[in-house]
């Protein structure tokens, strides 16, 4: 019999880590792709979020500089767009996390991240370098996620 507090506290926790791994199950292609678009979409976000900050800007820069109805509805219809992305690159992030973050406890977390790697890894070459033909069918699905359950 193990009389030892500190083996036994030991012996359990191990236990315990064995018993959550033993529960752990390789995510599905879905639950790849989802982990793989969520920071490719989360890129976007921002890349639309500051695009709306600096449109913002230039349309205020219009309006004090010229006033001319024209140049400040061109302006304002190019802002209405952007927030227009912004939303929608919003509500994608959010139909992709919603449909992720409940499995996470379940699944090996090994793959998720490796899926999640190369989404933030593609995402930096995007700002960096621009797309191959490869990246942008990756892009393209993240952005139209026909594959995702509704």
């Known amino acids: 019999m193990l ?13 315990v880590a064995l018993v959550g791994h033993a529960q752990s199950r390789a995510p599905s292609d879905i639950e790849l792709h989802t982990a793989y678009c969520i920071p490719v979409v989360k890129a976007e976000l921002e890349a639309a979020q500051q695009a ?3 449109q913002d800007k230039s349309r205020a820069e ?5 006033g001319s109805a024209i140049l400040v509805k061109a302006a304002t219809d190019v802002l209405d767009n952007l927030r227009g992305e912004e939303s929608r690159y919003r509500a994608l992030l959010d139909r992709l ?3 992720l973050l409940p499995r996470i406890s379940e ?4 793959a998720l991240s490796d899926a999640d790697n190369r989404g933030k890894s593609d995402a930096q070459t995007i700002s960096r370098q621009g797309m191959d033909k490869d990246l942008a069918v990756r892009l393209k699905s993240c952005n139209s996620p026909t594959w995702l359950p509704s």
């Open 3 to 15: 009389t030892n507090p500190r083996l036994c506290s030991v012996i359990l926790l191990m236990l």
């Open 52 to 54: 709306v900050v600096a």
């Open 62 to 66: 219009i309006i004090a500089a010229s």
């Open 97 to 99: 996390q919603s449909h």
């Open 107 to 110: 699944l090996d977390t090994a």
